[in-house]
């Protein structure tokens, strides 16, 4: 069970451009509470956020902006090519992505939450949570995705993709996998299906 009586937690995660936030979206229309794990990421790393002090101090000065802001595309040319630079990167900033995730756990008024985490199952919060749900999509579908929605060269969306932790081992620890290849409506209804089981499940228990 997760750590957080009286609520449930879905943890959602799998690798770039499978599709994740599409599928946060749909549940939260649906009445889930959702937390954005990147998005925290992201917001530790705001001028005076909690954690940029950190890796500015760790990677140096020039990955600032005139305006004192952090050059993310700087910093990920840093991290995705050295993969102890990336592993400096997240023992700075993960413990303090987890504190603001567990405060936004508890302030929120949602029986049932989902949080999105690209690394869900590389830390402590996969033991946090109650089920495990994995999107999922062909390599090509992830280049497709990374080189035509999100404008990235081929080569740097090739490294990108080198830089994640294998599928397979996010599939190997799935309670449920939702494919993305196909279109927005089929995958809406697998969603829609995923969220149904669940509202099933959890009314089960409770009676």
């Known amino acids: 069970m997760g750590r957080w009586p009286g609520k449930t937690l879905i943890g959602l995660t ?27 990421a992201r917001e530790v790393l705001e001028p005076g956020g909690a954690a940029l002090a950190a890796v500015v101090a760790e990677f140096g000065e020039a990955l600032l902006d005139g305006q004192g802001r952090l050059d993310r595309a700087a910093l990920g040319r840093v991290v995705f090519s050295d993969a102890a630079a990336l592993a400096r990167l997240e023992a700075l900033t993960h413990p303090i992505i987890r504190r603001r995730i567990d405060a936004l756990v508890v302030a929120a008024p949602q029986r049932v939450l989902v949080i999105e985490a690209i690394k869900l199952l590389e830390g402590d919060l996969a033991e946090a949570v109650d089920a495990v749900w994995v999107v999922d ?71």
């Open 14 to 40: 799998g690798n770039i451009a499978v599709g994740k936030s599409q599928v946060l979206g749909q549940l939260e229309s649906m009445g889930a509470g959702v937390i954005d794990a990147d998005r925290v």
């Open 137 to 207: 999509a062909a390599p090509e579908t992830q280049l497709e995705r990374l080189t035509g929605q999100r404008g990235m060269s081929p080569a740097d969306a090739r490294q990108r993709l080198r830089a994640q932790n294998p599928q397979a081992d996010k599939l190997a620890r799935a309670d449920l996998v939702i494919r993305n290849d196909g279109s927005l409506a089929a995958l809406q209804e697998r969603v829609r299906a995923a969220w149904e089981s669940l509202a099933d499940g959890l009314s089960g228990r409770a009676r």
